[in-house]
């Protein structure tokens, strides 16, 4: 008699995603290489984590956990870890009411960790940003002063020129879409509803320096799912919907233009930029609808963990190419192996880029998009491998000058591992104290900036 697949745990419980019970602190951690000195910040990491014994039926509906290591002059002083106390933690409370409304509060803000504006924000896209101190403790939801009346995406974009924070919200019902813009004091200084066909899943968008890309894709909130009481997430594949990119300036002159697509989903755009033509380029981490079907069906729970891990799943590099002149869209694979969170060097948000860095594997994967070629890292068939974050060195010179920050876990053991960006070689490593479960992003705040 084969055994009973639902006394396994969920595959997001389990293994290298399994949660963590406790926050804990320690200090004056291991350090193996040398740690580059002008690394004096903090490196912050988001991810879900819930409660032990606490009902879980998706790997995104955990409570956020923030994972922070933080570096000073070489040295590696603590390492901690703190739930985001929403009022979901705290209360309980239900994101999703009986009558379908949303409360904002109470979302868990388990996504992305980013600073701005001299405030530090764990974001969800489905809800509000929640601040967090530079040593993790709650300080609570922000609606800027009333203004913010939407979500907010987990993955605004910081100009690097202007300094102006783009982000956008997205929902179940009208207004589907709504584009935000915050100025650099912290001050929401424009909102403007976008029209799109229907409630798709946005979890990213894309900028250049003057134009904003959508990514109105098939993956739709599915009213049925949402009211039969599952603790999953409403959204479903839908054949039907069709796949667009749209392209708005953001000054709002002239509306979205829309280019069609093959079908697809896309979790993660790596950048964007106008080239010389005036044609935008977006690179992205693309599913096919397969891949996608069979990864949403492993992480909610609806398949056999035992057999799930053996299907294809896989994202792969790819751009599209979107030209103003002719309103078509160019599509072209740039690799065949499986990778994902695509980053690049922040301060070249919207601009051209050569490098992208990607997990892929065991790996971390550097992409050389001017000279079409491939470098990795490999850690080992047992490794787990986190986000990398690239931060810049002082005064670089290159695009690729500077250090790769990432989370690898092997069993019970993780570490912070830095690697040199140009040639991926490791730079050191600091052994933290207990197991970091996969999670989702995170980003390196140095103590050059504001507020922290």
């Given at each position: 008699m084969g055994e009973n697949i639902t006394e396994r745990p969920a595959t997001w419980l389990d293994g290298h995603l399994a949660p963590v019970p406790d926050e804990t602190d320690a200090r004056d951690l291991e350090v193996t290489g040398a740690l580059p000195p002008e690394l004096t910040g903090r490196y912050l990491r988001n991810g879900p984590n819930p409660k032990p014994g606490e009902p879980s039926g998706h790997w995104f509906t955990g409570h956020g956990m923030i994972h922070g290591i933080r570096l000073r002059d070489g040295r590696a002083e603590w390492y901690r870890n703190r739930w985001v106390r929403t009022d979901a933690y705290l209360n309980g409370t239900p994101f999703v009411r009986d009558d379908l409304t949303f409360d904002r509060r109470s979302v868990q803000a388990n996504t992305h960790v980013v600073p701005y504006a001299g405030k530090i924000w764990a974001l969800v896209e489905a809800g509000f940003p929640y601040e967090v101190?530079?040593?993790?403790?709650?300080?609570?939801?922000?609606?800027?002063?009333?203004?913010?009346?939407?979500?907010?995406?987990?993955?605004?974009?910081?100009?690097?020129?202007?300094?102006?924070?783009?982000?956008?919200?997205y929902g179940a019902f009208e207004p589907h879409l709504?584009?935000?813009?915050?100025?650099?004091?912290?001050?929401?200084a424009e909102s403007r509803e976008v029209e799109v066909a229907g409630p798709t899943m946005m979890h990213d968008f894309a900028i250049t320096e003057n134009h904003v890309v959508w990514l109105d894709?098939?993956?739709?909130?599915?009213?049925?799912?949402?009211?039969?009481?599952?603790?999953?997430?409403p959204y479903v594949w839908d054949d039907t919907y069709g796949a667009r990119l749209g392209v708005m300036r953001r000054d709002g002159a002239g509306g979205v233009t829309w280019y069609d697509i093959d079908p697809c989903y896309v979790f993660h755009v790596g950048n964007a930029h106008e080239d010389a033509a005036g044609r935008i380029v977006v690179d992205g981490a693309?599913?096919?609808?397969?891949?996608?079907?069979?990864?949403w069906e492993d992480i909610g729970g609806t398949v056999d963990p035992a057999t799930g891990a053996a299907r294809s799943q896989n994202a792969h590099l790819h751009r599209w190419v979107l030209d103003p002149a002719t309103r078509r869209a160019a599509e072209e694979p740039l690799d065949?192996?499986?990778?994902?969170?695509?980053?690049?060097?922040?301060?070249?948000?919207?601009?051209?880029?050569?490098?992208?860095?990607?997990?892929?594997?065991?790996s971390?994967?550097?992409?050389?998009?001017?000279?079409?070629?491939?470098?990795?890292?490999?850690?080992?068939?047992?490794a787990h491998v986190g986000e990398a974050v690239f931060v810049?060195?002082?005064?670089?010179?290159?695009?690729?000058?500077?250090?790769?920050?990432?989370?690898?876990?092997?069993g019970a053991a993780s570490e912070l591992l830095v690697l040199d960006a140009a040639d991926l070689s490791p730079a050191a490593s600091v052994r933290l104290p207990r197991r970091v479960p996969a999670g989702f992003h995170g980003s390196w705040i140095p103590d050059s900036r504001p507020g922290t």
């Open positions: 101190t530079p040593e993790l403790e709650t300080v609570g939801a922000c609606d800027f002063g009333g203004r913010l009346t939407t979500a907010m995406t987990a993955h605004p974009k910081e100009d690097p020129v202007t300094g102006d924070l783009l982000f956008f919200g709504t584009y935000h813009r915050l100025a650099p004091d912290g001050t929401l894709l098939p993956v739709v909130f599915d009213v049925d799912l949402a009211m039969s009481g599952s603790t999953g997430m693309r599913y096919r609808p397969e891949n996608f079907v069979t990864l065949d192996r499986g990778v994902e969170f695509p980053t690049h060097d922040d301060t070249r948000t919207g601009r051209e880029h050569r490098y992208l860095y990607t997990v892929g594997g065991e971390i994967v550097k992409y050389d998009l001017r000279g079409r070629g491939t470098s990795a890292h490999g850690l080992g068939e047992d810049p060195a002082a005064g670089a010179r290159a695009e690729d000058e500077g250090w790769l920050l990432s989370v690898v876990t092997r």
